[in-house]
């Protein structure tokens, strides 16, 4: 998602979404260092989404 798009979200919304990507980062973690996984990038791109998030949802708090 875009991070236009991303703003256009509610806090409840961004949370749900904070959490539900931070599970997936893990899980790609742990599945990369069991055995390597066919894209690694997919875990920096993942990681990027999730700072993004917290980004966004710290700015709405703030305001």
């Not at 509610?10 to 980062?25: F, N, P, R, T």
């Not at 990369?32 to 700015?59: D, M, Q």
């Amino acid at each position: 998602m875009k991070a236009a798009e991303l703003r256009e979200l509610s806090v409840e919304d961004l949370k749900a979404k904070i959490v539900e990507e931070s599970k997936a980062l893990n899980t790609l973690v742990l599945n990369h260092a069991v055995s390597p996984i066919e894209n690694p990038v997919v875990i920096k791109t993942t990681r990027k989404l999730v700072a993004r998030l917290k980004t966004i949802l710290n700015e709405k708090e703030q305001a």
